[in-house]
Structure formats: C-alpha cells, structure tokens
C-alpha cells in the first residue's frame, strides 16, 4: 500500500447521486492532494489517528474522533503530520465524486517521494548522534 489509501464506502451509484464516502488512509508524515476547491461539501471525520486539516485559511490538527466540515466551495486540504498512520471518514455531498478518482489516483502515484513528505517529516525523523530510532510497536 502507498502512503496514501483510499476506499469507496458507498458510491454514486449506490445512493443515487445524493451523496459518497470514502476512507482515507495516510501513512506517517504524508500530505494529502495540496489545497482545493470544489462545489461538493466534504465532511471528514477521524477514525484513526490525527489528522492535519486546512479549512478557511488555517490549519488545524484533529484527533480521532473529530468532525471537520469544508463546505463546497472552500478551500481545503488534508494531511498525517504525525508519526502514527491515520486515517478519517469522508462524506461527500452531492455524490458521484468516485469518477475523479482515477485521476486522482494517477495524480498521487506519480508524485515524487519527497513531495508526498510533510514539512515536519525530516524534523520528526532525525536522531541525535549516539542515539537509536525508537522502535515502532503495534500493527503493521
């Protein structure tokens, strides 16, 4: 799995156009599309982890359990600032969003390295001389 995974719910299809929701999943320090609009309401909500979000011009961190709205029209982003995997719920209204996703896909997969890292990754990640990278526990 790449550092970014998502997965339809219910579609377009499904609920007659009225609204999609999708999973998704970002590893440790990865960032999500960049800012975008759209007419759709995004509604995210955190089922693991935290999430970074930018709506209205700022950004804030929302751990698991929490709802962000962007309504259509507004700016927004998404992204896992920190060192666990997480992930959130997306509702998106109306639906039939799931035909952009192969573009959108294509758009993530062809992303070099470097630009699906988050600004703190390298921060987070540095060891001081002499010292051993803490081991990772749990899934996975």
């Not at 999973?23 to 995004?42: F, I, K, N, S, V």
């Not at 950004?59 to 992930?87: C, M, Q, Y």
């Not at 758009?107 to 988050?118: K, L, N, Q």
Request: aromatic share 10%; with cysteine.
């Amino acid at each position: 799995m790449g550092p970014v995974h998502a997965v339809f719910k219910a579609d377009g299809d499904e609920t007659r156009g009225r609204y999609s929701i999708s999973e998704w999943w970002l590893e440790p320090y990865t960032r999500g599309p960049g800012a975008h609009t759209h007419e759709e309401d995004d509604v995210f909500f955190v089922i693991e982890g935290t999430m970074s979000f930018f709506v209205g011009g700022a950004w804030i961190d929302a751990p698991k359990g929490s709802l962000v709205i962007a309504p259509g029209g507004t700016a927004h982003d998404f992204e896992n600032r920190t060192a666990d995997r997480a992930g959130a719920l997306n509702l998106s209204v109306p639906g039939d969003f799931e035909p952009h996703m192969e573009g959108i896909a294509e758009w993530f997969r062809a992303r070099c390295a470097a630009a699906s890292r988050t600004a703190n990754a390298l921060r987070s990640q540095s060891v001081s001389p002499g010292s051993r990278p803490a081991r990772r526990r749990g899934r996975g």
